[in-house]
């Protein structure tokens, strides 16, 4: 056990603590207990991340580099996955705890019931915070919520979990930080700071490209559903009656597959390219912050600092946008049957989009409090 105190984040929706009276909240409290009757220790948990404690001990924990004592610990529901800010948390931290080789300090807790991540169902669109969590070695609490909290079934899942948790602490590694991997693979020498930060600078405006491609492809997709309405009206106005807006819904989604495979291809690119450098990155911001650059490289991770931002202030819009329109295919995906398995790819590939916004989000905030200073002016 090492000397700093254990400190867990408690991710959940306040709504699934309510509807289950309570139960949520109260088990952090129980494994709290439990591991410090096992370890001597007490383990801190933080629940309400509306609190300054949550996000004063969050940000502190990510900036000054995650240890084998800092866990999060998602309560994994249907709700949950709704949660945009739950979703962010598992992703932020996902990515730090990766950039230092720490992934088993993500510690899901299936809940409820969630289909997609226990079994792949192809009418199911992929789901990235899913397979995140996936990955791990989460809990399965489906039926044991339904337990009484004093049976023996209870109290010694309870303690197993508690136990699960000290025997982690005492296993985990030291932090390692990783790199971004070089993309030659034929050079034997790897890559210095500045030849990664050189290609990164290089890699940002494909990134903006592809979201640039998202939003058209969505806008062309708005522009065909507005040519559905407008037909839907005519069609009713001459007494077509449910023939006519039949044959029009057919007909949109024949004019539909191109776009809606093209943005499903670009969602999931988006995502996979930025979600397998973010630990390299954060490991660049990380280091940056350490002020050990010489000064060419101080000005090339400058430039790329300042990229970057340009890219978070400018894809934050779209993202706002894309939000919009994903709200307002969730109601137009209950209004044909016909139609429902293209919007649900439309609103899981703009999910993925949302979600890549996260990352670019996170290395805004951290390169903030980096100061590169002005060599420039010196």
């Known amino acids: 056990m090492t000397n700093e105190q254990p400190v867990g984040f408690w991710s959940y929706t306040h709504r699934d603590n309510d509807l289950d009276r309570g139960r949520i909240v109260r088990l952090s409290g129980q494994i709290a207990s439990s591991f410090e009757i096992i370890t001597g220790e007490p383990l801190e948990i933080f629940l309400d991340k509306n609190s300054l404690d949550w996000g004063e001990a969050w940000r502190m924990r990510l900036d000054s580099a995650l240890t084998s004592t800092t866990f999060l610990i998602p309560i994994v529901t249907p709700k949950f996955l709704m949660s945009q800010e739950c979703r962010r948390e598992v992703i932020t931290f996902a990515g730090h705890a990766a950039s230092l080789g720490l992934d088993e300090l993500l510690l899901p807790i299936h809940y409820v019931n969630v289909p997609q991540l226990t079994q792949r169902a192809e009418e199911c669109p992929a789901d990235e915070v899913v397979e995140l969590i996936a990955k791990r070695q989460w ?100 007494g077509g009656g449910f023939t006519g807006r039949m044959h029009v819904t057919e007909e949109l989604a024949s004019r539909l597959t191109e776009p809606v495979e093209k943005v499903d291809t670009l969602g999931a690119k988006y995502w996979a390219e930025l979600a397998a450098i ?97 060599d420039d002016q010196q």
Request: a negative charge; charged letters at 25%.
């Open 139 to 238: 809990v399965d609490w489906r039926d044991l919520r339904l337990e009484d909290e004093d049976s023996p079934a209870y109290r010694k899942a309870v303690h197993k979990l508690a136990q699960w948790l000290a025997k982690i602490l005492d296993a985990t590694p030291p932090a390692t930080p990783v790199a971004i991997p070089p993309t030659n693979q034929d050079n034997e020498e790897p890559p210095g700071f500045l030849e990664i930060m050189t290609e990164m600078e290089a890699a940002l405006p494909a990134w903006f490209e592809t979201v640039q491609q998202f939003a058209e492809t969505i806008s062309r997709i708005g522009e065909e559903s507005t040519w559905a309405s407008d037909e839907i009206a005519t069609s009713d106005k001459r």
């Open 278 to 374: 973010d630990p390299g990155v954060i490991g660049i911001i990380r280091q940056a912050s350490e002020g050990n650059l010489s000064t060419e490289d101080r000005k090339v991770t400058r430039a790329f600092f300042k990229e970057v931002k340009g890219l978070a202030d400018t894809t934050a819009v779209t993202t706002s946008q894309l939000q919009i329109f994903s709200d307002s295919m969730a109601g137009a995906a209950q209004g044909s049957r016909r139609l429902r398995p293209q919007f649900k790819i439309i609103q899981a590939a703009v999910q993925k989009v949302i979600d890549s916004q996260t990352i670019i989000s996170e290395w805004s905030r951290m390169i903030n409090d980096v100061d590169l200073g002005d």
